[in-house]
């Protein structure tokens, strides 16, 4: 499967934000999906995950409350909408697609996810 990230972009802190990442092919309902984000000289780190039916969430303690991940299978694409962005939000955001589900480690693990997005990036301005 083929992703592309989009969304990304300059915005005040306290703004909001939504991406995308739209999927190509016909297995896109058989992959959870993930969100990571890299700031600037740091590692990748995990954001968000979404069960392949949409029906379970999993988020990283920074942005629980603010961020929702979402997925729309008819339209293959996955969505985090960012509200109350802070600075600390700046970062090039990934998505991901595998079969992690069950398991948190694996959830919020870089190295379980076998599909990558080309990143977008966001900037939150204080």
């Known amino acids: 499967v083929q992703l592309q990230a989009s969304g990304g972009g300059l915005v005040q802190a306290g703004g909001s934000l939504r991406l995308s990442c739209a999927a190509s092919?016909?297995?896109?309902?058989?992959?959870?999906m993930g969100w990571f984000r890299q700031p600037p000289g740091k590692e990748r780190e995990f954001v968000a995950a979404?069960?392949?039916?949409?029906?379970?969430?999993d988020y990283a303690a920074s942005v629980k409350g603010r961020f929702t991940l979402s997925r729309d299978n008819a339209k293959n694409t996955v969505y985090l909408q960012m509200n109350s962005l802070k600075p600390e939000d700046t970062a090039v955001y990934y998505c991901?697609?595998?079969?992690?589900?069950?398991?948190?480690?694996?959830?919020?693990?870089?190295?379980?996810?076998?599909?990558w997005g080309q990143g977008t990036l966001v900037t939150v301005s204080s």
């Open positions: 979404i069960s392949r039916g949409g029906g379970n969430t």
């Open positions: 092919g016909r297995t896109f309902s058989s992959y959870d």
């Open positions: 991901a697609a595998g079969t992690v589900w069950g398991s948190l480690r694996r959830q919020a693990g870089v190295r379980s996810y076998d599909y």
